[in-house]
């Protein structure tokens, strides 16, 4: 049976930062401001994350007249050559307005979203459609807790990826039933890892999503986070897929076009170079 490290391996191919194209973080050296999770769950283009992140992007700064998305998705994709910042423009995001299900239900509507990027061909990972959430199970997270002050930690360029953490489910919400609304795992979340994939250790599908951390006294972050069952996920690209304009998906290049054309970022300095 595969073991963590080799399930991550696989697993960080699909995760997705969200960032700002305008403005850089403030901490030398220059990067993208980063302000959101998110993971690849359809090859076409689709990246699920939360409803509260598709509302920073709107509310994300933009020059006078500038029609585009002013964020971008940015997948960090390590080749044999070093890490390439493959940039997934945005083309539409997805905000359900409801998520029915068969039986009992007693939560509100999920904090789930979906953002459709242009490229095509890209890692996915397996949203479960019937978790099966038990008390004690053991998961792990990945994603970009604090954005990119987390990555240049020490001054500088110190990180080019996501950050891996692993717990167990703490509870089921509102306790352990069919439809249950969300789940606790034991481990520190902050902001920017909203969006994050909640996966099985030993064969990497998702099983939730974060969305939110504990915090004391609102501001002081526990050791939970919660997280909203993969059921829903699978809900939300039946959904996208339903949406025409998701069908204009075939005109997109696909990743291993884009990689043709990507620049290498130099881990000093956080700008792109030409592979030699």
């Given at each position: ?273 030409e592979k030699s």
């Open positions: 049976m595969p073991e963590l490290p080799d399930t991550y391996r696989e697993v960080r191919k699909s995760i997705v930062a969200f960032v700002h194209r305008f403005g850089q973080s403030p901490t030398p050296p220059p990067f993208p401001h980063i302000i959101g999770t998110g993971f690849v769950i359809d090859s076409d283009g689709i990246v699920a994350t939360n409803d509260h992140v598709i509302d920073e992007i709107g509310r994300a700064p933009r020059p006078p007249g500038f029609q585009e998305w002013p964020v971008a998705g940015m997948l960090l994709h390590m080749t044999e050559h070093g890490m390439v910042g493959v940039p997934l423009p945005i083309v539409g995001v997805f905000k359900p307005q409801d998520m029915p299900v068969t039986g009992v239900y007693y939560g509100e509507k999920p904090d789930v979203g979906a953002v459709m990027v242009r490229m095509r061909g890209l890692p996915t990972l397996t949203a479960d459609p019937k978790p099966a959430l038990h008390e004690g199970a053991l998961v792990a997270t990945a994603g970009y807790p604090m954005g990119t002050p987390a990555l240049v930690a020490p001054g500088y360029l110190n990180q080019l990826g996501p950050t891996l953490q692993a717990g167990i489910i703490s509870a089921v919400h509102p306790f352990p039933c069919d439809l249950p609304h969300g789940f606790t795992v034991n481990v520190m979340t902050q902001g920017g890892a909203s969006g994050s994939p909640v996966f099985r250790p030993e064969d990497g599908s998702v099983i939730g999503i974060v969305y939110a951390g504990l915090h004391e006294n609102e501001q002081t972050p526990t050791n939970y986070t919660f997280a909203v069952p993969s059921l829903y996920l699978a809900k939300l690209v039946e959904q996208v897929r339903a949406v025409p304009e998701f069908a204009e998906h075939s005109q997109y290049p696909t990743l291993s076009e884009a990689l043709g054309t990507m620049r290498y970022i130099n881990a000093l300095t956080g700008q792109p170079f």
